[in-house]
């Protein structure tokens, strides 16, 4: 299966409480609603705003076999990684929405002092003073009559909208399914329209309410994180095939068993695209009448019920999870292997592979210290 993964070139914060302010290069952004700021009581609200780079979003979209492509076999996710929670009520909603106008990033932080006003802010899709926020046709922005107009635009309609809603218990991570606008960003067909890559807009459904007991505050990893969690797009497509040819290797089907990557050097540049083969067989193989030991015997794991997952080694968290439809692992004449594509990945740290797969009606993980680290290349 084929996971890949590109990241920001730019994102930003608007706060309506600081009209003029730009957020360009802080390492949070929000999705606030602040019903008491300062000496002020209307309520405030901040959203953000995330673009991908052209280049590296048809680069990515070149990968996907074409017929896979026109299928709709593949998916892609907005992933925010959450620094701060506060304020939730029982329940929270957060839209995503593609942007309907081009913006500047700028350099500011928040609350710079004096602030800085030389990119997109709550009032101004650039510098303070150029281009104001402007809906273009099929396109909305939101006006209040207690704050200054603005806020960012964004083209409206469910085929294009994603949302989440928070529970008060579930993880607040973003994992927000914005296919429908990646495909509009890069053909028309399929779509009502084809919209320009301006990024997108992310808010809260529920914004200005004039209710001291309901603040929520979303704060997620910019960018210009220093840690290992910037926003990412990440694109799966499903390519799975299980094709052995006249190979008379047959599939594992007793546990307990050994599984063993091959074609794991240890080291990866980061444009690298390995192909992973796994060596696999019974702990304690059948006895057979043959010239070489039973213990070179490799066998298949089973067709579709066997999958792998990338876990950052030093974290524990999973970079990409175990997927039903988009990290199968397939087979060929040779063995059952996968493709992994190391760009997606930060570099200079050390990952671990975990391959899943029942057998025998037991659905077994095996973490073998498959381990590998991307470098800088």
Known sequence: MAVLKIFPEKDATLYSLFPNMNTGLDEIVEATLTTFAYSDPNPQAS???IKF?????????????????????????????????????????????????????????????PIST?????IWADYSGSIIWSAPQYATASYTSSVPAGGGVWYTGSFYTSSVTFSYRTDKDLNL????????????????????????????????????????????????????YPPALQISWDDFVFNTG?????????????ITLAQNPGTFY????????INARPEYPIQLWQ????????????????????????????????????????????????????NFLQPERY?????????????IVFNDQYYFKVING
């Open 246 to 258: 006249s190979s008379t290797q047959t599939i594992l089907n007793t546990l307990p068993a050994t």
């Open 118 to 122: 030389d990119g997109a802010s709550w």
């Open 270 to 277: 980061s444009e690298s695209i390995n192909r992973f083969r």
């Open 291 to 342: 010239t070489e030991s039973v213990y070179t015997n490799n066998y298949y794991l089973p067709s579709g019920s066997s999958y792998w997952a990338i876990k950052d080694l030093e974290t524990n968290e999973y970079i990409v999870e175990f997927d039903t439809n988009y990290t199968k692992i397939s087979a060929d004449a040779t063995s059952s292997y996968f493709d992994l594509h190391m």
């Open 47 to 49: 959203r953000f705003l």
């Open 177 to 228: 399914n914005v296919t429908n606008t990646v495909r509009a960003w890069t053909t028309s067909s399929n779509s009502t329209i084809a919209l320009p890559n301006h990024g997108f807009l992310l808010k809260q459904r529920q914004e200005f309410v004039n209710n001291k007991n309901y603040q929520p505050e979303l704060k997620y990893f910019s960018v210009d994180t220093n840690t290992i």
């Open 53 to 113: 780079a052209e280049e590296d979003l048809t680069a990515a979209i070149n990968y996907i076999p074409n017929n896979i492509y026109q299928s709709g076999s593949w998916n892609a996710k907005l992933q925010c990684w959450v620094s701060t929670v506060t304020g939730l009520n029982v329940t929270t909603s957060v839209d995503c929405f593609p942007t309907a106008q081009d913006w500047g990033m700028g350099t500011g932080r928040y609350l710079d002092n």
């Open 351 to 363: 990952y671990t592979i975990l391959v899943q797969s029942t057998i025998d009606g037991s659905t």
